[in-house]
């Protein structure tokens, strides 16, 4: 019991993050979300099957007016965003000193490197199809270019322990070239996902472009996995070999694009490879003639 | 087809309808054309069919000598050979007509007689076109009145070029009235598009169907004095103009390319082009020309060599 | 208008003989066909451990080419032990400048030996000779030019600056393009510094046994390139094999499908290229003769064996009638028969599985309710055989529009407005190409933004360039051929 005169905090009720809003799950499940000391810190979500497929719808619908916006466009959306971080920076250092158990100035210097990584990322936008796009020689009187394009609404299991700085760098090269996702969090650790979902909320970026799902990857995973509406699946946060077996391999049913999990050093300069690695690339033919 | 048939007065009723009517005729894409150009180069063409194309193609060609050193006498030899291109092979077809210039026409007709060899004479200030209608108009009737069978007249290109359709409409009108004949009858009209000042397929396309309605009975692609003269693509699109046009009026148009075409081979091209583009309803001389001259003789080269199965030398066949 | 008074010279007055082509069969007798062939493992051709072999025949005529050795597990194995040992010992180590003149030299041989291969291709494959001639062994050496040039530049493609080779590639390519879509997987992978296990289809696996000679009178080092005959389970071994480091395949969704499963869970990096069941979008201004071609081109060239054949015709509705008259009349000119005639268009369905099955579907187009049409043409006797045919009044529904068919089979569906157009073309779990017919520049430019496919061609349809990256959205699979994505495929990450 708080003693008398002592202010009763106003505590947080941690939701999902589906289509621009947060709802509760579907399922009214939530579990227990404790520091690294063990000590409760908060009830989140418990994301369902049924979350998932919301997830997926949201993140379906809003795929044709993101990945239509101008690369310029998105590259500013998401810059808005590193900016909205910077402002939230004293909390996101919280949530992840007291998540990830790190001392106050390690969590600086990830909350910082995520904000980094996010303006990094953001400048990429315009960039990125003029590095992996080409205009092609082909031997005829045809004007032949190959343009990079989104491949569509991407499932990604986002790292475990980096709650904050994993998460950023998985989710911001998928949504910055014009992919909508669908994002399974940080089991353990869900806060900073939860509390991006809200600068999310506030940000430019539309409703349904990100989609946060609190809870267990082995659980909703599966259910993304086998979708027939998700284009591609991101397993970068799944630690058990087997499950992500199974998960490429249902995946497999309406070939969606994987990309496999590995040791990840979330400090070090990420390269295009992660930009790359959800783009289609598309190929156009036309004569040239009188 | 299904494509409307125009309603000719109306369209020429204005140079607006008119250009409204030849804008809204489908596209032509270079490339895709000029492709299947090509693909029908690949034909292989054997044996009896080669036999049948050659003659065929003899009897398509109006030889032609169209210079300034044209002589009576040039011309008089041009006709023999016209009338009978293989002496040595009385089996040999006579090909379609000469085509000379109008100061020529009656040394032709002298020469060529009942042997059913036509005359065809350039007009309108053939190659340029570039002279008043009056004379272009006097040149026409001159050589009609000389005995012409076939006018062979150049459009006003400047004008196609800058969007005056309805005087190369009106233009062609009064030079088909020009080919009558006290008589009633008409010489049959060719225009001459000259494709190689025109340079697009879509100008072709368009050049075709005015043509088409201003009564042409052939429209040929080119003089002979502009590079390109003829070349497959460019013929490939006046020969779906005539298929178009028939199917939508009833009335059969000829096709003549001219100027270029030199080898048997070449001409095989055409035919098959002929045969597969508009169909074989226009492989008959009275529907698609060569207009050559040195094509003649390589066909005879060619016939030859089928016909004794070896292969022969040009000192075999007359220069004329 | 023009009288219609005969014009023509006294020479016409006989009656007009119709124009028919004579046969112009290309010569067999450039192609010598062995009785028999071995596996072509580390440099040697070798009989497989079993002892097993099949026929190949000639879809034209059902004659028996040559009996053909039947790898099994343990060849598959000896095979990729053989690359395996090539890629570490000789391959791996040859610097990019020689390995660049191998494939250089394999290309110069290609084009001496062109005319062989075309005979060798149309005679296994029932292709027309104009087509194995003119189009699939022309762009084989054109690939092999294109990948001997990046072997010794891989620092400058992007990809890193030191980028490395995976390792052993295993490669199960398709009977519809044999010679091509070997060269589509063996040039880049050799050119990356991989060595290769390829098994090409069971029912053409005849110039890939040509090839593997050339790689003899290339001097090319035992082991780097190595070719297993066989069907699905030979493949099978091949993409199961723990010590191939990179699969790729051109086939069926279905089967690319079961790769996809099979290599879940290892380290194996994998493309596919897929079905397809692309859109050939006619719009009421397009060039409609070139259309027609463009149609025409799409849906029967190769029979229609094409995984991004145009087997759906969206033709715009205001222009459809006119659209389909002109097609009718193109498809009466198309002939059909002896694929080694030269002046055939239309050669044999390669076998009486892929018959049977566009049989199949096609009375179901019509019990469906579509109209059925093929021009008048008479199929040969023997050997297997299906005209051209297209089906009109087809929705979105019926199964002949949903369906990859493989064969010489058109569904024409119409529409209204650019976006509906956009919407059918899209409304399929493929996405490999799409085709767009219109004069309008800006529209070509929105419809291509829009259609989800790795190829669109505009105003033209089924080119292919060794520049060019080819590969599908969605079903139609991942990863790029061509260019220089398709070197990505084949360097270590």
């Not at chain 1, 590259?75 to 106050?104: K, T």
């Not at chain 3, 779990?429 to 929105?446: C, M, Y």
Request: hydrophobic residues 40%; aromatic residues 8%; proline residues 5%.
């Amino acid at each position: 019991m708080p003693s008398s005169g002592e202010r009763i905090e106003v505590r947080k009720t941690y939701k999902l993050y589906i289509g621009g809003a947060f709802p509760r799950s579907e399922s009214g499940r939530s579990y227990e979300v404790h520091d690294s000391k063990g000590r409760f810190l908060a009830n989140a979500a418990q994301a369902s099957r049924k979350d998932a497929r919301d997830a997926d719808v949201a993140a379906r619908k809003a795929f044709g007016g993101w990945s239509a916006k101008t690369a310029y466009n998105r590259g500013q959306v998401v810059y808005r965003v590193a900016e909205l971080l910077e402002g939230r920076r004293i909390q996101f250092v919280d949530e992840v000193q007291r998540g990830e158990g790190l001392s106050r100035r390690q969590a600086e210097r990830v909350v910082d490197l995520s904000v980094d990584r996010l303006v990094w990322y953001a400048g990429w936008a315009d960039k990125v199809a003029q590095v992996v796009g080409s205009a092609n020689p082909v031997a005829g009187p045809y004007f032949n270019f190959s343009l990079p394009e989104p491949t569509g609404a991407v499932a990604m299991v986002a790292p475990e322990d980096s709650s904050l700085l994993g998460l950023v760098s998985v989710l911001a090269p998928a949504v910055v070239t014009g992919n909508t996702v669908v994002v399974v969090t940080s089991y353990s650790r869900p806060l900073p996902a939860i509390t991006l979902s809200e600068v999310l909320a506030t940000s430019d970026v539309p409703g349904g472009v990100v989609n946060m799902l609190t809870g267990s990857a082995a659980e909703i995973a599966p259910w993304l996995a086998s979708h027939m509406d998700v284009n591609a699946i991101d397993l970068t946060g799944v630690e058990d070999a087997e499950l992500a077996r199974a998960l490429e391999e249902s995946a497999a049913q309406n070939l969606k694009r994987v990309r496999r999990p590995g040791p990840v050093d979330w400090a070090a300069e990420p390269g295009i490879d992660r930009l790359a690695s959800f783009l289609e690339t598309k190929t156009v033919w036309h004569p040239i003639g009188i | 087809m299904t494509a409307l048939l125009p309603d000719v007065a109306e369209v020429t009723s204005s140079d607006a309808s008119l250009r409204r009517f030849l804008h809204g005729l489908p596209g032509v894409d270079q490339v895709g054309a000029e492709a299947r150009a090509a693909e029908l180069a690949t034909r292989s063409i054997k044996t009896t069919a080669k036999e049948f194309a050659i003659d065929l193609a003899i009897t398509m060609v109006d030889l032609t000598t169209l210079e300034g050193q044209d002589t009576p006498g040039k011309v008089r030899a041009l006709s023999a050979k016209a009338m009978r291109p293989d002496p040595a092979d009385p089996t040999c077809p006579a090909v379609a007509a000469v085509c000379i210039y109008p100061d020529m026409v009656g040394v032709a007709k002298q020469t060529l007689g009942e042997s059913g060899v036509r005359v065809a004479s350039v007009a309108t200030a053939f190659p340029s076109g570039r002279a008043a209608r009056e004379i272009k108009l006097a040149d026409t009737r001159n050589a009609v009145a000389a005995g012409a069978d076939e006018i062979d007249m150049v459009i006003d290109r400047g004008a196609f070029l800058s969007g005056r359709y309805l005087e190369v409409y009106e233009e062609i009108l009064a030079v088909r009235e020009a080919c009558a004949r006290p008589d009633g009858s008409e010489a049959h009209l060719k225009v001459i598009f000259e494709t190689g000042e025109l340079q697009t397929f879509d100008n072709i396309r368009r050049i075709s169907w005015l043509a088409m309605m201003a009564g042409a009975h052939f429209i040929k692609t080119s003089t002979g004095k502009v590079q390109p003269a003829a070349t497959m693509p460019g013929t490939l699109v006046m020969l779906e103009a005539v298929r178009d046009f028939r199917d939508v009026t009833g009335t059969m148009v000829g096709v003549k390319p001219a100027g270029g075409i030199r080898a048997s081979k070449e001409a095989i091209r055409y035919l098959v082009m002929v045969n597969e583009i508009a169909g074989a309803d226009w492989l008959d001389p009275a529907w698609f020309r060569f207009g050559a001259s040195t094509l003649l003789n390589d066909l005879l080269m060619q016939r030859t060599k089928m016909k004794t199965g070896h292969y022969t030398g040009p000192d075999y066949f007359t220069l004329d | 208008m023009a009288d219609d008074t005969v014009v023509g010279s006294a020479a016409t007055s006989t009656t007009r003989a119709m124009f028919d082509y004579a046969p112009a069969p290309e010569s067999r007798s450039v192609v010598d066909i062995a009785s028999s062939y071995g596996l072509f493992i580390d440099g040697e051709f070798t009989d497989p451990v079993d002892g097993r072999s099949f026929k190949t025949i000639s879809p034209a005529s059902e004659e028996v080419l040559a009996e053909v050795s039947e790898a099994s597990e343990r060849d598959v194995d000896l095979a990729v032990r053989a690359a395996r040992n090539a890629h570490t010992k000789v391959w791996s180590k040859m610097s990019g400048r020689e390995r660049s003149k191998y494939l250089f030299r394999i290309a110069r041989i290609i084009q001496e030996r062109s005319r062989e291969l075309a005979v060798l291709e149309s005679l296994d494959n029932g292709k027309p000779i104009r087509e194995s001639r003119d189009v699939d062994v022309p762009l084989v050496a054109a690939y092999f030019f294109y990948y001997a040039g990046w072997a010794d530049k891989l620092q400058y493609a992007g990809f890193g600056p030191d980028p490395r080779p995976l390792g052993v590639a295993g490669q199960v390519i398709p009977w519809n393009f044999p010679l091509l879509m070997l060269a589509w997987k063996i040039a880049p992978a050799l050119a990356a510094g991989n060595t290769v296990v390829l098994k090409p289809a069971e029912t053409t696996p005849l110039t890939s046994l040509l090839f593997a000679e050339i790689c003899q009178q290339a001097d090319l080092p035992p082991g780097v390139v190595n070719i297993v005959t066989g069907a699905g389970e030979t493949g099978r071994a091949v993409v199961a094999h723990p010590d191939v480091d990179k699969v790729a395949f051109t086939g069926s969704t279905d089967v690319g499908r079961s790769i996809a499963q099979t290599v879940a869970g290892t380290t194996k990096s994998v493309t596919l290229e897929l079905g397809g069941k692309a859109a050939n979008i006619v719009f009421d201004d397009a060039p409609v003769d070139q259309a027609v071609e463009g149609i025409v081109n799409g849906i029967f060239f190769n029979q229609g064996h094409v995984c991004c054949a145009g087997s759906r015709l969206l033709v715009q509705e205001s222009v459809a009638q006119d659209v389909l008259d002109r097609l009718k009349r193109r498809m009466a000119t198309l002939r059909l028969g002896d694929p080694l005639d030269k002046n055939t268009d239309i050669g044999a369905i390669n076998s009486a599985e892929q018959l049977a099955k566009i049989r199949s579907l096609s009375d179901v187009g019509e019990a469906e309710g579509a109209g059925r049409w093929s021009p008048a043409c008479d199929l040969p006797q023997h050997g297997f055989w299906f005209p051209p045919t297209i089906f009109t009044g087809v929705s979105q529904a019926h199964r002949i529009a949903r369906e990859e068919i493989f064969g010489p089979v058109l569904s024409v569906i119409t529409f209204r407005t650019p976006a509906e157009a956009v919407e059918k073309a899209n409304n399929t779990p493929f996405g490999l190409s799409a085709g767009v017919w219109t004069d309008k520049g800006s529209r070509i430019l929105w419809m291509a933004d829009r259609l989800r496919a790795g190829v669109v061609w505009a105003n033209t349809f089924n080119k292919f360039d060794p520049t060019s990256p080819f590969g599908g959205y969605k079903e139609s699979g991942y990863g790029r051929e061509g260019g220089r994505h398709g070197l990505e495929a084949y360097l270590a990450k």
